[in-house]
């Protein structure tokens, strides 16, 4: 008993696959619109292969030419495989890094970092003002110094802020752009599951 390596039809034989292959136009599984540039250029020189294949199974070639059309038209399936076992499993590392993105643990880390640097930056502020104020005699002078760092710290807080929820409202964005884009895929009815019966033979 062999399987199809293209559509998963149990025959006989290999020659029977073989056959099968060559006569059936069911036996194929066409590229779809989210499938990679790489498995629809691949799957157009197959289809080439196993028309030029037909016509020389009608009689139009010699042996030598169909044995040559067999063995591209393996190697375009094998490389075929390959690629659409490629995609999918870029497909699943795209599945998980949006996963991780969205996981709440994650942005507890980005929060609790954030308290971190914070935390720092005050200790930082105090090294600077001690540093600043070596030689200072006067308590307004000392006072001046101490605000003006303050002031310089405060901005810098309020930029740092600004800029992390400019990135949180592009990120916003790309999450909704990528939520729209699978609402449309999932409309279309596209999946994976036609390349896991593949990658599983």
């Not at 996963?99 to 643990?105: L, R």
């Not at 929060?111 to 640097?117: A, E, P, S």
């Amino acid at each position: 008993m062999s399987r199809c390596s293209i559509c998963g039809k149990i025959c006989k034989s290999e020659a029977g696959v073989k056959q099968h292959q060559r006569e059936a136009d069911s036996c194929r599984l066409t590229a779809g619109s989210s499938d990679s540039q790489l498995v629809k250029q691949l799957d157009e020189k197959l289809q080439r292969v196993i028309e030029a294949g037909r016509s020389l199974g009608l009689g139009s070639g010699s042996f030598e030419e169909t044995q040559r059309n067999n063995a591209e038209r393996e190697e375009l399936e094998a490389a075929l495989r390959n690629a659409r076992c490629e995609s999918k499993n870029e497909g699943k590392r795209i599945k998980e890094l949006a996963c991780k993105s969205m996981d709440t643990s994650n942005w507890t880390k980005a929060l609790l970092d954030g308290d971190q640097r914070f935390s720092k930056s005050e200790e930082l502020l105090e090294a600077r003002l001690a540093q600043e104020t070596v030689g200072l005699v006067s308590t307004t002078a000392f006072r001046e110094k101490r605000e003006n760092l303050e002031k310089e710290d405060c901005e810098k807080h309020k930029r740092e802020r600004e800029n992390l929820e400019k990135e949180a409202a592009a990120l916003k964005e790309q999450r909704k752009a990528r939520k729209k884009q699978h609402e449309k895929q999932q409309r279309r009815g596209l999946s994976f599951d036609e390349i896991d019966d593949i990658c599983e033979v």
